[in-house]
């Protein structure tokens, strides 16, 4: 079965760059798009972006001008950057990987990490 | 950007009850719609995909319906377990876009 585990700080100050990490286990990371959305509080989802296991990106324009999203395959890993953080940002931050090589159906999902923006 | 509408935001439902749930596009998507369901603190569960196929694993009381802009999630006889928040998210753009979601409570 393919696990999903976020990672990061918690907490960062306004202006800063949020980085978050996923480990993925009991799969290889050479294959499929690797996915993050998140959730602010009392709100829907919002799909951030994906990289393919190739390296290949795809960002939400919302976002696209803060976003990095890249791929460590030896360490079974991915990460995202977003800079400049503002209260905005606090929200549920989750990975997922895609259902079928299309980077469109979200099948697997971490729980989810805890992100706050505030001084 | 693809807007998706759900309907409604919340309901009360009892054990056994048949809930249905609505999922507007702001265009056609064909059937690249996928529900998803969600409990607090837990990981999101792909339910149904290109709108009426069910994911291996999910129990046969869900199914999924429609084509173009609607698009129908039922639960046929709800259980303990389904007490949750339930999406929809269209695939048809690149720039994945989720419905408000549907929060099922007991009533």
């Known amino acids: 079965q393919v696990q999903l585990q976020e990672s990061g700080p918690g907490l960062v100050k306004p202006s800063e760059t949020l980085s978050l990490t996923c480990t993925v286990s009991s799969v290889s990371i050479t294959s499929y798009y690797w996915n993050w959305i998140r959730q602010p509080p009392g709100k829907g989802l919002e799909w951030i972006g994906h990289?393919?296991?190739?390296?290949?990106?795809n960002y939400n324009p919302s976002l696209k001008s803060r976003v990095t999203i890249s791929v460590d395959s030896s360490k079974k890993q991915f990460s995202l950057k977003l800079t400049s953080v503002t209260a905005a940002d606090t929200a549920m931050y989750y990975c997922?990987?895609?259902?079928?090589?299309?980077?469109?159906?979200?099948?697997?999902w971490g729980q989810g990490t805890l992100l706050t923006v505030s001084s | 950007d693809i807007q998706m509408t759900q309907s409604p935001s919340s309901l009360s439902a009892s054990l056994g009850d048949r809930v249905t749930i609505t999922c507007r596009a702001s265009q056609n998507i064909g059937s690249y719609l996928n529900w998803y369901q969600h409990k607090p603190g837990k990981a999101p569960n792909l339910l149904i995909y290109a709108a009426s196929s069910l994911q291996s694993g999910v129990p046969s009381r869900f199914s999924g319906s429609g084509s173009g802009t609607d698009f129908t999630l039922t639960i046929s006889g709800l259980q303990p377990e389904d007490f949750a928040t339930y999406y929809c998210q269209q695939s048809y753009s690149t720039l994945l876009t989720f419905g408000g979601g549907t929060k099922v409570e007991i009533k």
């Open positions: 990289i393919h296991y190739s390296g290949g990106t």
């Open positions: 997922a990987r895609d259902f079928d090589g299309s980077g469109r159906i979200l099948n697997f």
